[in-house]
């Protein structure tokens, strides 16, 4: 009679455990959990700690304004390039980030035929950037495209690609003739386009001139000295006003340009436009 008592008891004894097997089991899952925040938690920091080293790696850019593109030749070189040249500023929704200026000249000599110019200087700067990388490899990237655009403009013919020398860090002049009607006589412009970058600003200038009325076609050779000439001065401008801007802006790779006021800005005035090349129109 006493056997089936003892049994009992062990029995009873066994299911008053069970739920402290499974409290302890609940204390463990609850541990579990408490390890894996614990892990995201420090995945989240470390991630924030990448993105910060990121953000220390990016180069601030050098130049912070551009100058004001109508002044960024001197008042002879001008005078040499577009005599008596109307100039006319390109629109801008920050001209301290994108700039440019066209001047154009038209020297009629009545029966003996005219020469026409035409010039145009763009300046686009960038910032750095911590996702698309520092303001100079953005210039870098974008100074390469504007070459291949202006070696691609439409209707260009005999294009010639060389290095220039002395302006900027790099530089490209690229010179092409291209025909149009006048009056329904053909004329040839003679188109230069150089690019250079100084550090994180590209500069372009175009320039090109055309003989009318039976006049002679301009030399190229000679209008690319212009072109050249024009940009370095435009490069010089770039670093003399990022100087003024900035301390820390030592690049000066040509001298500074004489900032004399420009031609009148009364609009073009000149009856005939050749197109620019595809670099000038965008970046005016």
């Given amino acids: 009679m006493h056997r089936p008592t003892k049994r009992l008891t062990r029995v009873l004894a066994c299911a008053a455990a069970v739920p402290v097997v499974l409290v302890v089991a609940g204390c463990s899952s609850d ?18 700690s ?10 601030p850019a050098t130049y912070k304004s551009l100058p004001q593109a109508c002044s960024a030749l001197s008042k002879k ?12 500023a390109g629109a801008s929704d920050d001209e301290s980030t994108r700039a440019s200026c066209s001047w154009s000249s038209l020297d009629n000599n009545g029966v003996k035929g005219s020469q026409y110019r035409w010039l145009n200087v ?24 504007q070459v291949k655009d202006a070696q691609a403009t ?16 790099e530089a490209t002049l690229v ?10 006589k053909d004329v040839t412009s003679r188109q230069q386009t150089v690019v250079t970058r100084v550090d994180n600003v590209v500069v372009t200038v175009d320039f090109n001139g055309s003989g009318l009325a ?31 801007a900035s301390p820390s802006a030592s690049k000066s790779p040509s001298k ?29």
Avoid: W
Avoid at 154 to 169: C, E, I, L, N, R
């Fill in 154 to 169: 439409d209707g260009a013919k005999g294009v010639k690609t060389s290095a220039v020398s002395g302006t900027g860090d």
């Fill in 31 to 48: 541990s579990g959990s408490d390890s894996g925040s614990e892990k995201a938690s420090k995945e989240s920091k470390a991630s924030a």
């Fill in 77 to 88: 070189t001008l005078d040499d390039l577009v005599p008596k040249g109307d100039s006319k």
């Fill in 256 to 284: 500074s340009a004489d900032k004399s006021k420009p031609a009148d800005e009364s609009g073009s005035g000149a009856s005939v436009k050749p197109s620019a090349s595809k670099s000038a129109a965008k970046d005016s």
């Fill in 50 to 59: 990448t993105a910060g080293d990121a953000a220390k790696k990016v180069a």
């Fill in 175 to 184: 010179r092409y003739d291209r025909a149009y009607k006048e009056k329904k």
């Fill in 214 to 244: 039976g006049d002679k076609t301009p030399d190229a050779g000679d209008l690319s000295k212009d072109a050249e000439k024009a940009a370095k001065e435009a490069v010089a401008a770039v670093t003399e006003s990022g100087k003024s």
């Fill in 122 to 145: 763009s300046m686009i700067r960038f910032d750095s950037d911590v996702n698309r990388g520092s303001g100079e490899k953005l210039a870098s990237e974008h100074y390469a495209k």
